[in-house]
């Protein structure tokens, strides 16, 4: 396309230009009568068709309560609305915001009237609520003041044990103490076997599996009553092999003693704290099983 036909698109004759004339002072007009003229229409109503009106608000706001209520729905306490359930009965979230703050006081709601008076529903609303009500038989029948009766269970004093001698408790002894079962009870009965006897009750501490509790109870029922029969570990003039078979000497142990032996000669008591490797926190009791 030239540019002379591109110019003969754009000419209008006399009668087209005043015809556009006319279509933008229209627009023009109805802009002018759209943003200044208010189509709004006022009604006078009178006192009685004001009532009227209300009524008919009041009809409908019941109706609404009755559409959004549960057609089927049980009897239940109002005092247990949560959240989700005031919004099945037709509650608004500021009604049921009352009646949970109420609840968080540890105070309950006993009657319809006091439920609209925390929650302050509408009258059309609670008229739909209440025949669903439940409270519980102590509110609706308060002549019935009877206080519930708590029976009182008697507590079973534990079994009164009598103190024995640890050498000589046998395994039903042991197992009458709260925390030694079968598997315990035959643990330090070999203890006792290995060492020939106990000389002390802290050697229960070494017996494994003891909690501190157990052995703690062990301590309050079973002592030493009497100074045991031991079969004494002549640490001077046993071998390394018979040495290393007592249970407080392991075959390193056993090894330095033989060693501290013969290059000082007889070991006396004073002498164990100088050997390499001796347990030196359980000198008190080893010492009672050693013939020096």
């Given at each position: 396309m030239n540019n002379a036909s591109l110019k003969s698109f754009f000419l209008f004759s006399r009668s087209q230009?005043?015809?556009?004339?006319?279509?933008?002072?229209?627009?023009?007009?109805?802009?002018?009568?759209?943003?200044?003229?208010?189509?709004?229409?006022?009604?006078?109503?009178?006192?009685?068709?004001?009532?009227?009106?209300?009524?008919?608000?009041?009809?409908?706001?019941?109706?609404?309560?009755?559409?959004?209520?549960?057609?089927?729905?049980?009897?239940?306490?109002?005092?247990?609305?949560?959240?989700?359930?005031?919004?099945?009965?037709?509650?608004?979230?500021?009604?049921?915001?009352?009646?949970?703050?109420?609840?968080?006081?540890?105070?309950?709601?006993?009657?319809?009237?006091?439920?609209?008076?925390?929650?302050?529903?509408?009258?059309?609303?609670?008229?739909?609520?209440?025949?669903?009500?439940?409270?519980?038989?102590?509110?609706?029948?308060?002549?019935?003041?009877?206080?519930?009766?708590?029976?009182?269970?008697?507590?079973?004093?534990?079994?009164?044990?009598?103190?024995?001698?640890?050498?000589?408790?046998?395994?039903?002894?042991?197992?009458?103490?709260?925390?030694?079962?079968?598997a315990l009870s035959d643990r330090i009965l070999k203890q006792k076997e290995q060492l020939n006897a106990f000389v002390s009750m802290d050697q229960m501490e070494e017996i494994w599996g003891l909690s501190p509790e157990v052995i703690l109870k062990l301590k309050q029922h079973f002592v030493i009553q009497s100074k045991p029969e031991l079969k004494k570990i002549a640490i001077n003039t046993l071998s390394l092999k018979e040495l290393s078979k007592f249970y407080y000497f392991k075959y390193p142990l056993a090894k330095e003693i033989v060693i501290y032996r013969s290059m000082n000669g007889n070991i006396k008591i004073d002498d164990l704290t100088k050997i390499k490797g001796f347990p030196v926190d359980k000198i008190k009791i080893i010492a009672l099983y050693l013939e020096f």
């Open positions: 230009r005043l015809g556009l004339l006319m279509l933008v002072a229209i627009i023009i007009v109805l802009q002018i009568i759209y943003y200044t003229i208010s189509f709004e229409t006022t009604f006078s109503t009178s006192d009685e068709q004001s009532k009227w009106l209300l009524l008919n608000d009041e009809v409908a706001e019941q109706e609404i309560h009755t559409q959004k209520f549960p057609k089927t729905i049980r009897q239940f306490n109002p005092n247990f609305i949560t959240d989700f359930k005031g919004y099945q009965l037709g509650m608004s979230v500021d009604e049921i915001n009352r009646l949970l703050a109420f609840r968080s006081t540890n105070k309950y709601v006993n009657s319809i009237a006091e439920f609209q008076a925390v929650t302050h529903v509408s009258d059309s609303l609670l008229q739909v609520l209440a025949p669903h009500f439940k409270f519980p038989d102590w509110v609706t029948n308060k002549t019935n003041t009877a206080k519930p009766k708590f029976v009182k269970f008697e507590t079973k004093q534990p079994e009164k044990l009598p103190v024995l001698d640890i050498n000589s408790a046998t395994k039903e002894d042991l197992m009458k103490i709260n925390g030694i079962g079968n």
